[in-house]
């Protein structure tokens, strides 16, 4: 696997509202129902760099929720959310699945 080619944790912070990905050893995960009643799915990602938290929401969720326990290494595109009070932030999965391997950008949405 080519960890070169996505984007680290402890870089994840520079691309605030940009859509990124990564890829990471899921070290936690929990379900959880939304509002509506749908289940969701939160996951724990670790590289070499940190650790980041990371939402499936209902749509994501029911499209990529069965990669997120096939693969214990997991490639994720996502948003990178910032909390409201600015100190953080946490990532909206897009896809998720089998890490890939080559060379690619990691960030995804170019302005």
């Known amino acids: 696997m080519r960890w ?8 994840l ?3 605030m ?11 936690e995960q929990r379900t959880h129902h939304q509002i509506t ?5 939160f996951l ?3 590289d070499w760099t ?3 938290e990371t939402e499936l929401f ?5 499209s990529y929720g069965l990669a997120t326990v096939r693969h214990p290494v997991l490639e994720v595109k996502a948003r990178v959310e910032p909390f409201e009070n600015g100190r953080g932030f946490s990532l909206r999965v897009l896809s998720a699945g089998k890490p890939r391997s080559g060379c690619a ?3 995804n949405d170019r302005m």
């Not at 009643?37 to 799915?41: L, N, Q, R």
């Not at 209902?58 to 029911?62: F, P």
């Open 13 to 15: 912070g520079e691309w």
């Open 58 to 62: 209902a749509a994501t969720y029911r």
């Open 4 to 11: 070169d080619t996505y984007c680290p944790v402890n870089r």
């Open 50 to 52: 940190g650790i980041v």
């Open 37 to 41: 009643g749908e289940p969701m799915k």
């Open 44 to 46: 724990s990602l670790a």
């Open 17 to 27: 509202g940009r859509t990124v990905t990564m890829c990471g050893l899921v070290v």
């Open 105 to 107: 950008a990691f960030l």
